[in-house]
C-alpha cells in the first residue's frame, strides 16, 4: 500500500508541474499577464483522490480471503454458467425502454453508450489482442456512417441492404489501410492512422456535392428515403426509425449490434485467430517464427475491427438523423482509444465497462454539475493519469492475461 500512495503523491506532483505552464498562465488586454495556479491544483487533486481510491480498493482486493481451490469436477466447468450474467444483462437492457417513458433522454444516453462500447469492443482486437495503436479510428466509424446515408438518400435502398454494405465498406477501408502498415509498428503506425483519421474527416468536408460539405446531411433525407418492399415482406421486415417511436427501435437495433459484437468478439480470443493475435502483440518476429502469417492476421484484426466501427455508424445516421463530418473528428478516435485502456487491453468486458465509465459520468456531470465542464478535459486526463499509475493493465485487465 505505502508503495502505491508513494507512486500516487508522486504522480500528482508531475501532474502539477507538467499542467501549470498550460492551464495557470493567461493573458487579459486589461489586466495583462496573469497566473493563478487553481486549474493546475484541481488537476493535482484529483490525481491524487483518485489514485488513492484505486489503491485502496485493490489492497482491499489483495487483502481479501479466498476460499480454497475447490476439485474440478468431472464434466468440467459448464460453459453455460459463462454466458449467464451477459444474457441477464441483456434481458435487462431490453425491457430497460419499456419502463420508461418513449422520449425519455436516458434511452438516448444508453443508446449512445451502447454504440461506443461496440466501436470500443472492436477497437479491442487491434489494440488489446493484436497490440496495433490505432489512432484513426473515427474514420471507420464515418465510412459507415456516410456509406448508410448515401445509399438511402441517393439511390433509395432498403436499411437491410444498406447496413451490411455499410459494414462492409468500413471493412474494405481498413483493409486498404491495413496493406501499406504492415511493415510498421508502434508509433509509426498509429502516426499513418492518425493521418487516415483526419484525411477522410477533410475528404467529407470538402466533397459538398456528395458528402453535404461541414453541414452534412439533415436527418429527414436519411428516413425519408427508408423504403420497404410491397406485400406481406414489407408489413413483416422491420426497420429501426421507420415508425413512429424511433428511439426505442434505433435502441433495441443498437442492443442488438452490441450483443453481436460481444458474442463474436468472444469467440474470436477463444479461437486459433484470437491465441495468433495475441502471440502479435507479445513479439510479431516470434510469432513469425513460429508459422503464424503475421500479414494475414493484422488484416483481419484491421477488417473487423473497422467492420464494426462502420456497423456502428449505421446506428449514429439512424438515431441521430443527420451527420456531419466534425462528428468524426481526432477527439472521438481517442476517446476510443481511452475506453479499450481504461477497461483492459484484450478485455472484451473492460472495453464495455470503459466505454460506459468514460461515456455515461461526462455526461451525467454535465447534467448535474454545469460547472465542472470548464475542468472536463483536465479532469479526463487526471484520471487516466492516476489510473495508469496505480493499474496500468486497465480495471479488468490483468499481466498476461489472454
Known amino acids: 500500500m505505502r508503495a502505491r500512495l508513494l507512486r500516487v503523491a508522486y504522480a500528482a506532483a508531475a501532474a502539477f508541474v507538467l499542467s501549470w505552464p498550460f492551464v495557470a498562465l493567461s493573458a487579459d488586454e486589461r489586466r495583462g499577464f496573469s497566473a493563478a495556479s487553481g486549474p493546475a491544483l484541481v488537476v493535482a487533486l484529483v490525481v491524487l483522490v483518485t489514485g488513492v481510491v484505486f489503491a485502496a480498493i485493490l489492497e482491499a482486493k489483495d487483502r481479501w480471503p479466498r476460499s480454497a481451490p475447490r476439485a474440478p469436477k468431472a464434466g468440467g466447468t459448464d460453459p453455460r454458467r459463462k454466458w449467464a450474467v451477459p444474457a441477464a444483462l441483456l434481458i435487462a437492457l431490453a425491457v430497460f425502454p419499456l419502463l420508461r417513458p418513449p422520449a425519455d433522454p436516458t434511452l438516448g444516453l444508453v443508446l449512445d453508450t451502447m454504440t461506443f462500447a461496440t466501436i470500443a469492443v472492436g477497437l479491442n482486437i487491434t489494440i488489446g489482442m493484436a497490440g496495433l495503436l490505432v489512432l484513426g479510428h473515427a474514420a471507420f466509424w464515418a465510412v459507415g456512417a456516410y456509406t448508410f446515408v448515401l445509399l438511402t438518400v441517393h439511390f433509395g435502398c432498403n436499411f437491410w441492404i444498406a447496413m451490411p454494405a455499410a459494414g462492409a465498406a468500413a471493412g474494405a477501408v481498413g483493409l486498404v489501410v491495413g496493406l501499406p502498415a504492415l511493415r510498421l509498428r508502434g508509433d509509426y503506425l498509429a502516426v499513418v492512422t492518425l493521418g487516415f483519421g483526419e484525411a477522410v474527416r477533410w475528404v467529407l468536408k470538402n466533397e459538398q456535392h456528395v458528402t453535404g460539405g461541414d453541414g452534412g446531411i439533415p436527418g429527414s433525407e436519411i428516413r425519408g428515403n427508408l423504403w420497404a418492399p410491397q406485400g406481406w415482406l414489407g408489413t413483416w421486415l422491420w426497420q429501426p426509425g421507420s415508425g413512429s417511436d424511433v428511439l426505442r427501435e434505433c435502441y433495441w437495433f443498437a442492443l442488438g449490434l452490441l450483443a453481436a459484437c460481444f ?73 476510443f482509444v481511452a475506453m479499450v485502456v481504461l477497461g483492459g487491453l484484450g478485455s472484451v468486458w473492460g472495453s464495455v465497462l470503459g466505454a460506459t465509465l468514460l461515456w455515461t459520468i461526462p455526461v451525467l456531470l454535465q447534467d448535474f454539475f454545469p460547472d465542472i465542464q470548464r475542468f472536463r478535459m483536465l479532469t479526463f486526463g487526471a484520471v487516466m493519469c492516476a489510473m495508469m499509475v496505480v493499474k496500468p493493465d486497465g480495471l479488468l485487465g490483468r499481466k498476461g492475461s489472454r
Do not use: H
Request: aromatic content about 8%.
Open 263 to 335: 458474442v463474436t468478439v468472444t469467440l474470436l480470443t477463444k479461437s486459433r485467430i484470437g491465441r495468433a493475435l495475441y502471440a502479435l502483440r507479445e513479439d510479431e518476429t516470434a510469432a513469425r517464427c513460429m508459422g503464424i502469417d503475421t500479414v494475414r492476421v493484422k488484416l483481419i484484426a484491421f477488417s473487423a475491427s473497422a467492420m464494426w466501427a462502420g456497423l456502428a455508424g449505421v446506428v449514429t445516421a439512424e438515431y441521430r438523423g443527420s451527420i456531419s463530418p466534425d462528428l468524426f473528428d481526432f477527439n472521438m478516435s481517442v476517446l
